[in-house]
């Protein structure tokens, strides 16, 4: 049993702390009118108090549920806290997705009050409100509030102020509704002590301080954004400023000058492709540099792994460090030290990479049922490839016997982070919450081992997990990855389920393909190109570069190519960024199914 005692049991405890210990500091940042405007803790915890009175108002109690459809903002934050103050559920959603969605999450959580961005989300809310007996107010954020049961942000922050609730550890803090590749979203139940225990063990493992600054692109709705940066850095009194869009966050960090960066391995995948093929567009002397100056961190790293240096090394080290890193750094705003990756696996060529530029990298694990945290790499230990060992409070098991193997298994998650349970389903929570010894576990259907210095390493899913007709195992999502390192390669999914050999369906990185296809003389047209053979042949080759270290059995045979990349809004990828391989099974089962038959 873990001796772990949590500095904070609800997230109104991290509230009272922060607004009243870092009343004048700035907390949130958006640019407005070409400039960034910041609000204070103070500022904050007064917008707070208010949006909860007005929640009161309407009748909102302990054990109720307010939702929000919204991407980050301080409004955001503003609702969320104003109902863990009344002792009600947060239930939040993604503007990204679809309506049915919503409609769903809303029925099913059973919401009184929902926030909502803009008068375009109102509007879609109105056509479906028949179906939700249970919402009694949409609070419209940018906007107007016309109509029955619907008002504006405005008027909330106007409200009479009310007492904060008597809120205990054992109280619900919020659902979190998992996409889900298949299915309708399940609503994970986490409590005040799930989520505050989480944060508790984030300032034992790795403690941040008041100077500290994020720029917040990684979605609140996703639980490692809300935990890891939303109510971690506010518990530490640190600041958030808030990207302006996707396109925009490389000119906003710039602004902002970050000094941590909370991401997903899409994000750093980006940051790899993007300055590898600048590199090599520019060629000559800034490509020598460039690589001369990769290739001594690298040396200079094989030497501290042996606690050895070499004063030649670091030597040459300071004058890369100014010629060539800090200018990379500088596009990051030249302030950011740490940059923390979770959401899926990292490959390890790219973490050392970003490594090589002077910021560290630190990968971590767990998925929204965990609260999400359950493993991360810290200062006190870190191995690159690995995510980590168990935070404070959580211990890991490894279960071999779900996946026949010797090393790889199943692993299961016990401690103060472990989910209430999925929402109404207790067919699923049956399947996959355990108790051993008087601990919550949970089955965390990914697949992985711990090494001999209890370090975690992730090896994919289990139901990804698929056997080719000579009975040999394929876990396609790290294959995936690495895939996708090409600057050619935009996204990919590899196939083989009870097939000879795998094959894979590429949407290519357009923005790299068709230089290449003008100086080759093919056509341009992005739906044209991909059916070109040569086109094909390029990629094809693109893949086989890559799948270099794979496995004889696990390489792509041949490639089919969709002009079309994998998203949200067409269904083949989740809010989170998980592909849906079902869905794009379901689209390009042909192609796919063609090239087995060619």
Request: aromatic share 10%; net charge negative.
């Amino acid at each position: 049993m873990s001796t772990f005692e949590p500095r904070f049991h609800t997230l109104v405890e991290i509230y009272q702390h922060a607004t009243k210990t870092f009343e004048n500091r700035p907390l949130f940042g958006i640019k407005e009118r070409g400039a960034w405007q910041w609000m204070t803790y103070g500022e904050f915890r007064g917008q707070t108090d208010h949006v909860r009175g007005a929640l009161s108002a309407a009748g909102v109690g302990k054990g109720d549920r307010v939702a929000i459809i919204a991407n980050n903002r301080p409004e955001w934050a503003v609702a969320a806290y104003a109902a863990y103050g009344l002792g009600a559920a947060f239930v939040p959603m993604y503007e990204s997705q679809l309506t049915r969605d919503w409609q769903y999450i809303l029925a099913d959580c059973g919401a009184k009050v929902l926030f909502v961005a803009n008068e375009s989300i109102r509007d879609r809310i109105d056509g479906i409100r028949s179906e939700l007996p249970d919402l009694e107010t949409v609070v419209v954020i940018e906007g107007d509030g016309k109509g029955e049961g619907t008002t504006t942000f405005a008027n909330f922050l106007e409200a009479d102020t009310v007492p904060l609730a008597a809120v205990s550890a054992d109280d619900i803090a919020g659902f979190i509704y998992t996409s889900g590749t298949t299915g309708n979203p399940k609503g994970v139940i986490l409590s005040h002590a799930n989520l505050a225990s989480n944060v508790s063990a984030i300032h034992e493992f790795f403690p941040m301080s008041p100077e500290d600054r994020s720029l917040s692109f990684l979605p609140w709705a996703h639980s490692f954004g809300q935990t890891c940066e939303l109510h971690g850095l506010f518990s530490m009194g640190a600041s958030m400023g808030i990207a302006e869009a996707v396109d925009k966050i490389v000119a906003n960090l710039s602004e902002v000058r970050p000094t941590l960066l909370f991401s997903v391995p899409r994000i750093f995948n980006r940051i790899y492709d993007g300055l590898h093929k600048r590199m090599n567009e520019e060629g000559g002397l800034k490509l020598k540099l460039f690589e001369s100056a990769v290739g001594n961190a690298e040396y200079r790293k094989k030497l501290a792994e042996r606690r050895r240096r070499s004063g030649w090394a670091d030597f040459k080290h300071d004058i890369f460090d100014k010629l060539v890193f800090s200018k990379v750094r500088d596009r990051f705003g030249g302030r950011l030290k740490y940059a923390f990756s979770g959401g899926a696996a990292l490959s390890s060529e790219v973490a050392q990479f970003i490594d090589n530029l002077g910021i560290t990298v630190y990968e971590g694990y767990g998925l929204t049922e965990t609260s999400p945290i359950a493993t991360a790499n810290s200062p006190s230990g870190r191995k690159i490839g690995s995510v980590g060992k168990p935070i404070p409070g959580v211990r890991i098991e490894i279960d071999r016997e779900a996946t026949d193997d010797p090393k790889h298994g199943e692993i299961l998650i016990f401690g103060h982070n472990i989910m209430q349970g999925y929402h109404g389903l207790d067919e699923a929570n049956a399947e996959v919450l355990i108790e051993r010894s008087g601990e919550r576990g949970f089955r965390s259907g990914d697949m992985g081992y711990v090494d001999g210095d209890g370090f975690l390493f992730i090896s994919g899913r289990i139901k990804e997990q698929y056997k080719l007709l000579n009975g040999k195992y394929v876990v396609p999502t790290p294959l995936e990855e690495k895939i996708k390192l090409s600057p050619f390669i935009a996204n990919v999914m590899v196939h083989g389920m009870n097939m000879t050999h795998n094959v894979a369906i590429v949407v290519p990185d357009f923005e790299s393909l068709v230089p290449w296809a003008k100086a080759n003389g093919l056509p341009t047209d992005p739906a044209a190109l991909a059916r070109h053979p040569k086109a094909i042949a390029k990629i094809q080759s693109e893949v086989d570069d890559q799948s270099s270290e794979f496995r004889q059995y696990e390489k792509v045979r041949a490639v089919t190519l969709c002009a079309e990349d994998f998203t949200t809004e067409n269904g083949m990828l989740t809010p989170s960024m998980k592909l849906k391989r079902r869905a794009v099974l379901a689209k390009f089962g042909e192609q796919l199914d063609a090239l087995y038959a060619a």
